[in-house]
T-cell receptor, first 111, second 117 residues
Framework: GDSVTQMEGPVTLSEEAFLTINCTYT??????LFWYVQYPGEGLQLLLK?????DKGSNKGFEATYRKETTSFHLEKGSVQVSDSAVYFC??????????FGQGTTLQVKP | GAGVSQSPSNKVTEKGKDVELRCDPI?????LYWYRQSLGQGLEFLIY????????KSGLPSDRFSAERTGGSVSTLTIQRTQQEDSAVYLC???????????????FGSGTRLTVV
């Protein structure tokens, strides 16, 4: 069945460091891909998405490119801030009619 | 409404009592989902509605859990004879189509934090 695998956390970075959170998927066809973010004490919010191969989703300085060759959708940011500390979830639309989420990656940014 | 609304936002209940959690999705969204997030854990899928029917209820952990959706809108998740392991944040989400061609993903509610004492 469809699945999403994220790199294990927690990821701890200093402010202004470069961020990569790896996400790979297994699915039939080419599903839409998403990154969701959950800030401390808040609900999940859509961060960015890509709906077809080679699409790049971007928002708030974060980017992710849909790579069908490597079945990946890695999240990147050039310079993280303390306010980026959160849990990040990668997800895909499954043909079972629901989003399949990865296990989440906790990011902690230290000043 | 403008967003997905869940109530109550917090619920403390005694072990063995029944609880009802409510979700009001975005108007016009045909698909509605329930997830559970335990402390420090990822998202555990519970059940999914397309309209009023539930084509996938594979995630309900036991027969103490049930859910319904009426009028293609509001959904209620009921937990009977609550146990301490039921303590978690229960998240509801809705989406426009609920299919692979729906490029909007989910919109989540803020969740109901359930504590069973």
């Amino acid at each position: 069945g469809d699945s999403v695998t994220q790199m294990e956390g927690p990821v701890t970075l200093s402010e202004e460091a470069f961020l990569t959170i790896n996400c790979t998927y297994t699915a039939t066809g080419y599903p839409s891909l998403f990154w969701y973010v959950q800030y401390p004490g808040e609900g999940l919010q859509l961060l960015l998405k890509a709906t077809k191969a080679d699409d790049k989703g971007s928002n708030k300085g974060f980017e992710a490119t849909y790579r069908k060759e490597t079945t990946s959708f890695h999240l990147e940011k050039g310079s993280v801030q303390v306010s980026d500390s959160a849990v990040y979830f990668c997800a895909l639309w499954s043909n079972t009619g629901k989003l399949i989420f990865g296990q989440g990656t906790t990011l902690q940014v230290k000043p | 409404g403008a967003g997905v609304s869940q109530s109550p936002s917090n619920k403390v209940t005694e072990k063995g009592k029944d609880v009802e959690l409510r979700c009001d999705p975005i108007s016009g969204h045909t698909a509605l989902y329930w997830y559970r997030q335990s402390l420090g854990q990822g998202l555990e899928f519970l059940i999914y509605f397309q309209g009023n029917s539930a084509p996938d209820k594979s995630g309900l952990p036991s027969d103490r859990f049930s859910a319904e959706r009426t009028g293609g809108s509001v959904s209620t998740l009921t937990i009977q004879r609550t146990q301490q392991e039921d303590s978690a944040v229960y998240l509801c989400a809705s989406s426009l189509l609920g299919t692979i061609s729906d490029n909007y993903g989910y919109t989540f509610g803020s969740g109901t934090r359930l504590t069973v004492v």
